[in-house]
């Protein structure tokens, strides 16, 4: 019999999550699999800002790159590498022809020789994907237009700013320390800058005099009003995440829709939740950059499953660099 | 020597717009015409919420259907009727190679039996083009969906519920009194509230129970935030006009990102200054859905040019049916 580690969030979050929000308890799985059944052990997880505003009626959602211990699953072989989305927890049973969490279905991670299987939890999963659809599929990006990317060096942010810069944009990040700053000049954005020492909107002043084509927006907040007072015309603004808003929301802003209506400006929001089918097209598409070495990946791994609050409790503090990824 | 009559602002408006904020003066005008010169003399003008927000160097802002008194321009032949965005004035010499107020330039009013020349000032016109454009090719708006329009007995309003009603979407329209709520009725609107008795937000749990698909704002306020709140998924908000906020500017309005967000929702503004060249197309399709009566015209004709401020001022306390119009 196996006995699955799981972390349970026991209360609501208020403000940053904390961790006695969290609580880890053991969970007898059953002793036989059932057809279309497969036995998993975590190997990789990721944590991502969204579990903040989500309230799952069980535990706390998150993806992990398992190994499957034992199947009767036709297409899900023993000793494969599996996503799947089942929370936080060590070891599941789960029915492959059902949708886990969020609609997402479980999905074999094949072996590609340099690609780490963790990479399908970041730039080749959901942040990836989501960069990907969101900035080149919705933001019609051109060369020459002034982009700019709150948390870019994110695990979202980071995918953004190469994309931006492989259009032949000129690329404008924000991140919250001189070291990911530095990282981001190295990627090619030709303007960074630390939101902690700067504002926003000084940024602006300095690095887009002439206003913003596209702001994609992970952060809310002053990043968004400080580009709202800068818009050029049809100007777009991609709202993905609200990091700032999760924790603290503003429930008042600066009223944006006459500075929307004066640029013909377009703001637009993107859920990656919605488009699940279009997993397996974009994932082509950004292996196929990544071999190319237009889009470097990067990771913040912690080591062990114990550790799990803490990296989840890491990215409303600005800790990780790029993808958050939990190893076990 | 022709003198003319100039309707001028002495004063930046503050709050509603006041009668001493005017003032009537003569301007004589020269005794020849120079090559492509016309002497015009105003037949209709309109009057619209725009002018309240713009700051011209010169007099006030206003589009009107003129008689032509005389020529040196090819094309503009003495007698035919004409559009000249010159500002609020009896008569003036316009050279017809050059750009006017705003960009517009000199256009012939064709005569076409059964649509009064006044009609280009109206639904023919600006308003009518801004409607078409707006809502037909930013909307995107399918059979079947909830459409909401503020102000809809204005100019803009009345057209986009007629187009709305015609791609078969449910259409809601607020208006300001009975009589104009009666008439939205008559024109195919499914639902319609008086916003001065029912809350937009009331209005919209009535008749739009499952969410907003399409909301045409013409008047920002209490309305975009009650839609704001009731967002479909994939909603589109065209942001067109913001009259409660002409007049009095909310500064701080409830934070729209995180629905916008959640319901990947669509906010973009359109202003048709922007889109001078698209009139000639546009103005073709209006003319061929008038002529079927698919869109069905409304004036409020305001008799005088000594009246022209006060029709400007009614503009902003709902006054006014369809399409402002001074006839001189």
Known sequence: MVVAKVWQRVKAFEGNPKQSDFKLVDEKLADTLKENEILIEAVYFTVDPYI???????????????????????????????????????????????????????????????????????????????????????????????????AASGAVGSVVGQLARDKGC??????????????????????????????????????????????????????TEAVLNNLRVKARVLICGQISAYNQARDMVPNPYRKILRAEAKVQGFLIFKHLADFPRVRKEIISLVQQKKLQPRETITQGFKNMPQAFMDLFTGANFGKAIIKV
Request: proline fraction near 7%; include cysteine; glycine fraction near 10%.
């Open 170 to 223: 000129t690329v404008i990040g924000s991140a919250g320390s001189k070291d990911k700053c530095d990282w981001l000049k190295s990627l090619g954005f030709q303007h960074v800058f630390n939101y902690k020492e700067t504002a926003p909107e000084e940024a602006l002043k300095q690095y887009a005099p002439d206003g913003v084509d596209i702001y994609y927006d992970n952060v809310g907040g002053d990043h």
């Open 52 to 150: 903040r505003v989500l309230d799952l009626p069980t535990g706390l959602p998150a993806e992990q790159v398992a190994r499957i211990l034992d199947s009767k699953a036709k297409d899900f072989p023993k000793g494969s590498l599996v996503l799947a989305h089942v929370g936080w927890r060590s070891h599941a049973i789960i029915n492959v022809t059902e949708p886990m969490n969020l609609g997402f279905k479980a999905t074999i991670v094949p072996e590609i020789a340099g690609l780490s299987p963790s990479l399908w939890l970041g730039i080749i999963g959901m942040p990836g994907v989501t960069a990907y659809m969101a900035f080149l599929e919705r933001c019609d990006p051109k060369p020459g237009e002034v982009v700019v990317v709150s």
